[in-house]
């Protein structure tokens, strides 16, 4: 099956899972992971209306930044962000979805500050309590309140844009399997917009190939998706 055939089914699917929510596919934006993909997928990519482009590591995506500087893409860092690599990330990514450090954020925010620009970030939270996930941990709705004195801190920050929440449910081919996570994410979204009022708390990143559907169900914003469209 081409590119093009794949991003139909998905885009079909997407707004399908809005319907039965009761959301309309316009709320829903599709990122297209192109982390391993060689630049000719992107630029083709690109040309299909995939103007949304998701890359999980500062090496592989800046030379392919370099390569496609003429095309408007927007570039989301969607990966773990090492403190050394945020000035680069801050001067060149419209998006940073895996903000999960104070530390971090305040980085990016320096870095952002220094490039004359404001970052959008979303916050990145390990909601399914796997220990090999990054994000700060909030498997437990109990300790939420733990977690406000960062978040604080984050939305204070002069240059950075808070915009919402970021997770990865635990991978595995039983979508249903990921629900609960990505319920918890919305939870958490309404407990810090609540508490934390001077951030938007609009975009929910969540979803992945195998469990997008729910993701959209469950209110995702953006969705990462790689292997759905690539192969
Ligand atoms: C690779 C990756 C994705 C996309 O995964 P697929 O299963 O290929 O759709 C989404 N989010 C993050 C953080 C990733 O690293």
Redesign the pocket.
Known sequence: MSLAERLEQVRERIAAAAKRAGRSPDDVRL?A?T?GQPIDVLRHAYELGLTDV?E?RVEEAMPKLRALAGIACRWHM??HVQSRKAREVAQHFQMV??VDSLRLAQRLGRAAGAAGRDLPVLLQFNVSGEASKYGWPAAEPNKWNELLDDVSQVCALQHLRVRGL?T?AP?GPDSEAARPTFQRLRRLRDFLAERVPDASWSDLSMG???D?EVAVEEGASLV???????G
Request: zero cysteines; proline letters at 0%; glycine letters at 14%.
């Open positions: 990122v992971v982390k998701g999980n969607i990966g979805h895996s970021m990865l991978l992945m190939s195998d997008f990462r998706i790689g292997r759905a469209l690539f």
